[in-house]
């Protein structure tokens, strides 16, 4: 091959590959325009720490990045607000039904509740604790602020306030405070000859389920419900096991001929947890033609019963 | 006689013709020579200038150069790590007797409570830590964007002031930009 056939072998090649070779030069060069570009809009580099409050520490799912900002922004105005004890503002940032449910709708409940947790200017932090379908739980640690006292003459106490935030898809995001999450209206009955249960509302917080109920003796014998003479006498039964009451007070439940009683009923339940919930048992319910309390007497009360049985109401 | 006067009379002529012209070519002659001797003080003094700008300019550079390797350091490390240069920094700017710097990166509201003035602060720096410190880092904790670090602090050389252990609080706001305030 001569040199004139190569240089017209190239000549050629270049001919036949015109546009290829066009559209590969324009494409580099666009890299190269890009890169340049990217290069010079790097984000500036941030420091470094172990501290990443929206995501969460039960399981490492990440509060959706368009919420992150407007949930700092609100807990930080509510801190700022009960810092400033501007209790009106600071309520309002609430839901209404924290207000309802939590304050019974009264400000001075509020207003004294805020003055015991900032007795003093406090400083906070967040930390995403859970996320369940919409309902965004975070941990605000609240503490005295250390950085104006350098800790002098004090040990570092905190206090953790569980507040939830629900995505309800508009802007005007609101909060609630000491766990709480929802209610839910329930509308379960149960009822037969002797006893007529109601299960009229569910308060959903963090850490707790607690039911309304209403029962109704129907009878001119006695009820006992639960006097604590045998295990397990009212539970939430769940696929993880029995969950025993909760309640502040735990109070016999002795129901009187033609009597109605109002209670509530408190079981730990975390609202993200996987249990599923069986039913709200009642296992040893107990019509009695007399009833005293006392273990004297108990058998041959238990003998002379017009009926026993159990329940189980499905909630 | 006459020409005796004569002769006189050209002597003092040319005598006085000589000083005009002296003073003349001074006149003419002596700005010129002032003006370059100025000339010269100034060239010196250009030069020294320059010389001395040269100067601060290579010491700033070195100062940037270190100031980007301390940067870079910072950048490499753990936040505890940064945590404790933060600490040495400012303890080494007490020690260094540079209060002025070691004011400057206390907390707003700490100065306001514990050290109105920088001469509070000297005071008490002066009185409490040892003239070269030895350091042990001996906890951190984090509480969300804040630091407590706990440190030993003793003196480098024999001393009759004890060990002193202290704990401060610092908030990172950038690299080497952070607040610090510490138990008084």
Redesign the interface.
């Known amino acids: 091959m001569t040199i004139t056939d190569f240089r017209l072998k190239i000549r050629d090649f270049f001919r036949r590959n015109k546009i290829k070779l066009i559209v590969i030069i324009v494409a580099w060069i666009g890299i190269i325009i890009v890169n340049k570009y990217l290069e010079n809009t790097s984000e500036p ?7 990443s ?1 929206h995501t969460a520490v039960m399981d490492d799912s990440v509060v959706p990045t368009k919420l992150q900002s407007p949930i700092e922004q609100l807990i930080e105005k509510y801190v700022d607000f009960c810092n400033a004890k501007d209790y009106e503002n600071a309520y309002n940032l609430l839901t209404d039904e924290c207000k309802k449910n939590v304050f019974s709708d009264n400000i001075d409940n509020f207003k004294e509740y805020i003055d015991s947790v900032f007795d003093t200017k406090k ?5 995403n604790f859970s996320n369940k379908d919409g309902t965004y739980i975070y941990t605000v ?1 609240i ?1 005295n ?8 003459n004090e040990v ?1 106490e ?1 206090y953790e306030e569980t507040v939830v935030i629900i995505d309800n898809g508009t802007d005007d995001l609101k909060l609630s405070i000491k766990g709480y999450i929802k209610n839910e209206n329930m509308d379960r009955m149960y009822e037969d000859e002797y006893i007529k249960i109601n299960v009229t509302d569910l308060k959903v917080e963090y850490e707790y389920l607690t039911y309304k109920l209403t029962i109704r003796n129907k009878t001119e014998n006695i009820v006992v419900l639960e006097d604590f003479s045998t295990t397990d006498e009212i539970y939430l039964d769940t696929d993880y096991g029995k969950r025993k009451r909760t309640d502040f007070l735990l109070e016999p439940i002795v129901i009187y001929p033609g009597e109605t009683k109002y209670y509530d009923f408190n079981f730990t339940k975390f609202y993200d947890e996987k249990a599923v919930i069986n039913g709200l048992v009642f296992a040893n319910v107990r019509i009695l033609k007399s009833y005293s309390g006392s273990e004297d007497t108990r058998q041959s009360e238990l003998d002379n019963a017009v009926s026993r049985y159990s329940i189980t109401l499905d909630v | 006689m006459k020409d005796k006067t004569t002769i006189l009379l050209t002597i003092a002529m040319l005598t006085l013709l000589v000083c005009n012209i002296a003073l003349y070519a001074n006149k003419i002659l002596s700005p010129s020579i002032h003006n370059k001797s100025i000339e010269q003080q100034y060239q010196d003094y250009l030069e020294q200038r320059i010389a001395q700008e040269q100067e601060q300019e290579d010491v700033v550079v070195s100062d940037e150069e270190m100031a980007d390797e301390q940067l870079k350091d910072l950048k490499s490390m753990g936040e505890e790590d940064r945590m404790y240069t933060y600490i040495h920094t400012f303890l080494s700017y007490i020690e260094s007797s540079d209060y002025k710097s070691a004011y400057d990166l206390l907390y707003p509201d700490f100065k306001e409570q514990y050290f109105k003035t920088q001469a509070d602060f000297e005071e008490y720096v002066k009185n409490k830590y040892p003239q070269f410190m030895r350091l042990e880092y001996k906890s951190i904790e984090r509480q969300g964007e804040y630091y407590i670090v706990s440190v030993l602090i003793s003196s480098e050389i024999a001393t009759n002031k004890p060990s002193l252990q202290q704990r401060f609080v610092l908030h990172e706001n950038d690299f080497n930009d952070f607040e610090i305030s510490f138990q008084v």
Request: net charge negative; charged share 10%; glycine share 4%.
């Open positions: 580099e941030i420091p470094k720490t172990t501290y409050p400083i906070y932090n967040i930390q640690t503490l602020d250390i950085m104006a006292s350098g800790l002098t570092l905190t």
